[in-house]
């Protein structure tokens, strides 16, 4: 065999398994998606306390217009159990960080303005899901939460 035609080969196999690798890899990415997909779905919702500090965002109309300064209170089991005063961080809505640690997703956030209260409640994490063009690409876990306005 000449030895121009063996080198050859030996490039081509080489080439050619280089090429089956990186194909595998894809492949066991799209196959094993959904599972991940599940089990990260699964870690986020099962999260029973708040681990970051998220953005509280109210934007109701005029009752959240020009408000300086805010007082929260912490509530759980029907009891007020911390309480903190912040300055809003917008001038058109009531927007600021998650300001407590270590806070059940169970427990209620009582917001006091000037004029108007609030009630955060059913705060719970969701998973914000990243798809491909090869498949599943991670979690985001964000978080959820809804508002009552009480006066």
């Known amino acids: 065999m000449n030895k121009y035609l063996k080198g050859c080969l030996i490039i ?7 090429v089956s690798i990186i194909a595998g890899f894809f492949y066991y990415q799209i196959s094993t998606s959904r599972e991940r997909s599940v089990a ?3 870690e986020c919702s099962d999260s029973k306390y708040i681990f970051d500090q998220p953005t509280i965002e109210i934007s109701d109309s005029v ?7 805010i007082k929260l209170f912490l509530i759980q089991n029907s009891k007020k159990v911390d309480s903190m005063e912040i300055a809003n961080n917008s001038e058109d809505r009531i927007q600021f960080n998650f300001p407590f640690e270590k806070v059940p997703l169970s ?19 969701y998973n914000n899901e990243k798809w491909g063009m090869f498949g599943y690409l991670g979690k985001g876990c964000q978080f959820l939460y809804e508002y009552k306005i009480l006066k």
């Open 12 to 18: 081509l196999g080489i080439l050619l398994l280089i």
């Open 107 to 125: 427990s209620n956030i009582l917001i006091k303005t000037e004029n108007h209260e609030f009630l955060l409640l059913n705060m719970k994490y």
């Open 63 to 69: 009752m959240t217009k020009s408000v300086r300064n």
């Open 40 to 42: 990260d779905n699964r």
